[in-house]
């Protein structure tokens, strides 16, 4: 590992006294690596069962492991079926916080200021299990497409994700959101050991600057939050004008919030990198703060009649509750709780992309199939995820398929709850023609 920074070690002597030297010599140690369960599609129990990965509770998430670095882990069945998702141990502090004695997430509105990749979504998604709504927001676009990808891979069918300024969703959401997650953007002292480039853009200089920007975050954060709701503030990085700071800023300023709860996780004292994590609340009884105004439905007969169509000829059950939303030929099935105005905003996904209408009939999408939010295929190809046909599936070939076979096919791979979608093909004449995006080929 590149050489810390001198100024770096002497603030943390400083901060740290007589732990100093245990946690310079945990920077001797190779980084931890952490996987957390995704729990929309498989229990810790399943999982364990079938990875071929050793796993370790890590002691701060109930579904979250601390693990070897998996070779080839992107490339893996299991992965790509989302059923996991590769997190640092320590990060999932802060979702254990915010959801911490929550039990009824029916309703509740959730937004996730500054969510790429997508671990703090995807983890606060899986305990809500499908009820309410969450809106994961990332200011930079490319990260906002990768985060739209995971999304869709993790199966969470109650998502938008956005691509706007703290300022703008706070402008068109407030006092509106029963959890708000910020996981700021800082200095990432606690990527030292991961990641080099850190090393080398660390400065007293940036320290100060991310705070700047920090408590300018947590201004539009508040601004979104409901009477009642909960704000949880979070970074991977160890300054203390980075966190203790912000938050002592924050609270002198917003005299309707307090401080429920606050930690920091150190390398030296946790199988981890490193974390900071704030629980806030907002005083205040909540109200209603309802939209009259909803998400307007399709009424292109043309494109529903192409959906039926669809639905009829793969599926075994009906499409789950939802708004059938159509834009520019895109179906879309977006939860009936969804707030109209993540339309303004133009976002890069929202709810499970259906498909789109070709020439009066629906071309599914792959969000589709890897979502799962309840419905059962007519046609389905199941295999261990060693099987060489998984193999061939995820690098972009053929399948073969029973002669009687027509039609759009599923492909899963086998777990011990059940088979786990990884994506579609075509079946003609014996053969299923693959359907996987070019994108998620692996090789």
């Given at each position: ?7 770096f ?14 946690f ?14 995704n ?9 364990a ?15 979250g ?6 070779a080839g ?10 059923l ?7 990060a ?18 959730v ?39 995971n ?12 691509n706007?300024?703290?300022d703008?969703i ?9 959890l ?6 800082c ?19 940036h ?22 709701g ?9 300054s203390p ?12 300023e ?9 930690h920091?996780l ?11 994590a ?8 909540r ?25 009829l ?5 009906e ?21 109209v105005?993540?339309l303004?905003l ?7 992309e ?6 009066g ?7 589709f199939?890897i979502a799962?939010?309840g419905?059962?295929?007519q ?7 060693d ?28 777990t011990?709850?059940g ?11 014996g ?13």
């Amino acid at each position: 590992m590149r050489e810390l920074p001198l100024q770096f070690k002497n603030r943390m002597r400083m901060q740290l006294g007589a732990e100093y030297d245990e946690f310079i010599s945990a920077y001797e140690q190779p980084p931890v690596r952490g996987l957390r369960v995704n729990l929309l599609k498989q229990s810790p129990e399943g999982l364990a069962s079938v990875c071929p990965w050793r796993l370790e509770p890590s002691g701060i998430l109930d579904e979250g492991f601390v693990c070897e670095e998996p070779a080839g882990v992107g490339r893996h069945p299991l992965h790509a079926a989302g059923l996991f998702y590769m997190q640092e141990p320590s990060a999932m502090s802060a979702v254990a916080l915010a959801c911490r004695d929550i039990n009824d997430w029916s309703g509740m509105r959730v937004l996730d200021m500054c969510a790429a990749p997508g671990g703090k979504t995807g983890g606060i998604a899986a305990k809500m299990g499908g009820e309410g709504v969450i809106i994961a927001n990332e200011v930079v676009r490319s990260r906002a497409v990768q985060l739209a990808r995971n999304i869709e891979r993790l199966g969470i069918a109650n998502a938008a994700v956005t691509n706007a300024y703290p300022d703008r969703i706070a402008e068109e959401f407030p006092e509106y959101f029963d959890l708000v997650v910020v996981d700021a953007p800082c200095s990432g002292e606690g990527m030292f050991r991961k990641d080099e480039g850190a090393i080398t853009e660390w400065s007293p200089e940036h320290v100060i600057s991310c705070a700047a920007r920090q408590s300018a975050i947590m201004e539009s954060a508040a601004a979104c939050t409901a009477k009642g709701g909960r704000l949880v503030y979070s970074t991977c990085t160890f300054s203390p004008e980075e966190n203790e700071g912000v938050i002592e800023r924050f609270l002198s300023e917003h005299v309707d919030f307090e401080l429920v709860e606050m930690h920091r996780l150190y390398p030296h004292r946790v199988r981890g990198e490193g974390h900071f994590a704030a629980l806030l609340k907002r005083t205040g009884a909540r109200s209603s703060n309802a939209r009259l105004e909803q998400i307007p439905p399709a009424k292109d007969k043309n494109a529903l009649i192409a959906l039926n169509e669809f639905v009829l000829s793969t599926l075994n059950s009906e499409l789950p509750d939802g708004i059938i939303h159509l834009a520019n030929d895109t179906l879309r099935l977006i939860p009936r709780e969804m707030p109209v105005e993540v339309l303004r905003l133009a976002p890069v996904a929202v709810g499970v992309e259906l498909g789109e209408v070709r020439k009066g009939r629906l071309v599914p999408a792959h969000s589709f199939f890897i979502a799962e939010p309840g419905q059962r295929y007519q046609r389905l190809l199941s295999f261990d995820y060693d099987a060489p046909e998984l193999a061939a599936f995820l690098s972009g070939n053929t399948l073969p398929c029973p002669e009687a076979w027509r039609g759009f096919t599923a492909v899963a791979v086998n777990t011990p709850e059940g088979p786990r979608n990884l994506g579609f093909g075509k079946a003609v004449d014996g053969v299923m023609k693959n359907h996987l995006p070019k994108g998620l080929y692996v090789n």
